[in-house]
């Protein structure tokens, strides 16, 4: 079964930086694209970083853009959040996710999902 | 930027009952839409693709489908397990736009 497990989420203060981690098992992680989605407290989702499999092709959304780095490791099965110049809004559960295409080429969708890492922003 | 509306925002129902939910592009975009199912500190789980190809696992009650700028999900019969927000969600591959909408709850009448 596919296992994504995120880590690094904790309490940092408003201008601060933080490196989250996702480790990836039991698929090719090299082959599939990954994506970072978060989720504000009793809000909806949001789509912050996606990442293709050869680190090409990456998206920010506008809320985050020149703040916030995604990376990967295949070599490690692994994908990373760099983020610096944290505010109060970033505060929610960041899931770590594997994008899969389906029969539209080059579209991508979330099919696994790890269960989330919380960063909370405040001083 | 293509924006994704869901209606109803939320909604009451019956197990048994048939639900519908609708997701609406402000712009055109194919049929690149995904559904997911979220229940509360849960992650997503994906149920429909490509506007209307079910994923592997999920059951036949949940369908899928695309007019226009409209894509809808459906639930032929409502079942204790399904009371949860569902989310749409596009991709876009040029530009690069990763979107989901705002949600819709469903819960008990």
């Known amino acids: 079964e596919v296992q994504l497990v995120e880590s690094g989420g904790t309490l940092v203060q408003p201008g601060g930086s933080l490196r989250l981690s996702c480790a990836a098992s039991?698929?090719?992680?090299?082959?599939?694209?990954m994506t970072w989605v978060r989720q504000a407290p009793g809000k909806g989702l949001e789509s912050v970083s996606f990442?293709?499999?050869?680190?090409?092709?990456?998206y920010y959304a506008d809320s985050v853009k020149g703040r916030f780095t995604v990376s990967r490791d295949n070599s490690k099965n692994s994908l990373f959040l760099q983020m610096n110049s944290l505010r109060a809004e970033d505060t929610g559960v960041y899931y770590c996710?594997?994008?899969?295409?389906?029969?539209?080429?080059?579209?991508?969708?979330?099919?696994?999902w790890g269960q989330g890492t919380l960063v909370t922003v405040s001083s | 930027a293509i924006q994704l509306t869901q209606s109803p925002s939320s909604l009451s129902a019956s197990v048994g009952d048939r639900v519908a939910i609708t997701c609406r592009a402000s712009?055109?975009?194919?049929?690149?839409v995904a559904w997911y199912q979220q229940k509360p500190g849960k992650p997503p789980r994906l149920l429909i693709y490509?506007?209307?190809t079910l994923e592997r696992g999920v059951p036949s009650r949940f369908s899928g489908s695309a007019s226009g700028r409209d894509f809808t999900l459906i639930i032929s019969s409502l079942q204790p397990e399904d009371f949860a927000t569902y989310y749409c969600?596009?991709?876009?591959?040029?530009?690069?736009?990763?979107?989901f909408g705002p949600g819709t709850k469903v819960d008990f009448k």
């Open positions: 996710a594997r994008a899969f295409s389906g029969a539209l080429h080059g579209i991508y969708y979330p099919d696994y």
């Open positions: 039991e698929f090719t992680f090299s082959s599939y694209s």
């Open positions: 990442i293709n499999s050869r680190s090409n092709t990456i």
């Open positions: 712009q055109g975009i194919s049929s690149t």
């Open positions: 490509d506007a209307s």
């Open positions: 969600q596009h991709f876009n591959d040029f530009p690069l736009v990763f979107s």
